[in-house]
Nanobody
Framework: QVQLVESGGGLAQAGGSLRLSCAAS????????MGWFRQAPGKEREFVAV????????VYQDSVKGRFTIWRDNAKNTVYLEMNRLKPQDTAVYYC?????????????????WGQGTQVTVSS
């Protein structure tokens, strides 16, 4: 079992920044690809970014490329999502997730463990 706890959400103005953290406990963190997803009100949960177990490979959703950065610290069992130049459409609950699927998974079903989510609200 892997337990994931997100933090760092909150309220930001458009153009501002927030940094999300996801702390993992339980099984070996460094064997999992780690992803960030988000779910806006009335919408399906969608992929935001994923990072490989080593941290060397990353994939982003097109709408966040150049604004969001994912990275991880395996010594601290933590994955981060730095969000810059925030837009109102980034408003959502953000979830981190751990995957043993292999590669850089982008589908919800490819993830084994999920955090409880943290709210990000961007005002215009």
């Amino acid at each position: 079992q892997v337990q994931l706890v997100e933090s760092g959400g909150g309220l930001a103005q458009a153009g501002g920044s927030l940094r999300l953290s996801c702390a993992a406990s339980g099984r070996t963190f460094s064997v999992y690809a780690m992803g960030w997803f988000r779910q806006a009100p009335g919408k399906e949960r969608e992929f935001v970014a994923v990072i490989s177990p080593s941290g060397l490979s990353k994939v982003y959703q097109d709408s966040v490329k150049g604004r969001f950065t994912i990275w991880r610290d395996n010594a601290k069992n933590t994955v981060y999502l730095e969000m810059n130049r925030l837009k109102p459409q980034d408003t959502a609950v953000y979830y981190c997730a751990a995957s043993s699927f292999g590669g850089l998974p982008r589908r919800l079903v490819e993830y084994d463990y999920w955090g409880q989510g943290t709210q990000v609200t961007v005002s215009s």
